[in-house]
């Protein structure tokens, strides 16, 4: 059994309600560029090499094309050579950690976290002035006995290369 409407404000009022509430809502959803005017001056970028301040051999070379690959899929700018783009990304790894995550009752190592420590720029190459910068650190959890130290490098690289990503696509 339906209960009625005790108010007497009935659907009329409820409608509009629910139009205020929407317009409200959808009046502060936008469209967020790196431009205060609306749409972003940045229409293509080039991801220079990953520089490799740690002892981990190739991990700079896999994440570079891991970011590469993921501007590419997004799509929101186009991939350059150098000195031809818009924007110029530029990163550092400075830091490169295998760290026990989780223990067995045992003391055994059950999940091992790999910590990446970046330093991340976005620069104008027509003048070389920083769009952003930013120190990021990402993280990736792998089992110990059915993966391998590669998992969780590639793990903490898609969390590297979302927040690239968020963070040079979007402004908030």
Same mark, same amino acid.
């Given at each position: 059994?339906?209960?009625?409407?005790?108010?007497?404000?009935?659907?009329?009022?409820?409608? *509009? %309600?629910?139009?205020?509430?929407?317009?409200? =809502?959808?009046? =502060?959803? +936008?469209?967020?560029?790196?431009?205060? *005017? =609306?749409?972003?001056?940045?229409?293509?970028?080039?991801?220079?090499?990953?520089?490799?301040?740690?002892?981990?051999?190739?991990? /700079?070379?896999?994440?570079? #094309?891991?970011?590469?690959?993921?501007?590419?899929?997004?799509?929101?700018?186009?991939?350059?050579?150098? +000195?031809?783009?818009?924007?110029?990304?530029? *990163?550092?790894?400075?830091?490169?950690?295998?760290?026990? %995550?989780?223990?067995?009752?045992?003391?055994?190592?059950?999940?091992?976290?790999?910590?990446?420590?970046?330093?991340? /720029?976005?620069?104008?190459?027509?003048?070389?002035?920083?769009?952003?910068? #930013?120190?990021?650190?990402?993280? =990736?959890?792998?089992?110990?006995?059915?993966?391998?130290?590669?998992? +969780?490098?590639?793990?903490? +690289?898609?969390?590297?290369?979302? %927040?690239?990503?968020?963070?040079?696509?979007?402004?908030?």
């Amino acid at each position: 059994m339906m209960e009625h409407n005790q108010t007497g404000l009935g659907k009329p009022f409820m409608r *509009a %309600a629910l139009f205020v509430l929407l317009t409200i =809502g959808l009046a =502060g959803c +936008g469209v967020y560029t790196l431009n205060p *005017a =609306g749409k972003s001056a940045i229409k293509s970028i080039t991801v220079e090499q990953i520089e490799n301040k740690t002892t981990e051999f190739g991990l /700079t070379d896999r994440l570079t #094309e891991f970011v590469i690959d993921a501007f590419i899929k997004e799509g929101s700018m186009k991939v350059v050579p150098e +000195g031809m783009g818009d924007a110029s990304l530029i *990163a550092i790894l400075n830091r490169y950690q295998k760290l026990p %995550a989780k223990f067995d009752e045992n003391d055994q190592v059950e999940e091992y976290k790999i910590v990446l420590d970046l330093q991340v /720029t976005l620069k104008n190459p027509k003048d070389d002035s920083e769009i952003w910068t #930013e120190h990021m650190i990402q993280e =990736g959890l792998y089992n110990a006995s059915s993966q391998t130290e590669e998992d +969780g490098q590639r793990a903490a +690289g898609n969390r590297l290369v979302e %927040a690239i990503l968020n963070r040079t696509t979007k402004s908030w």
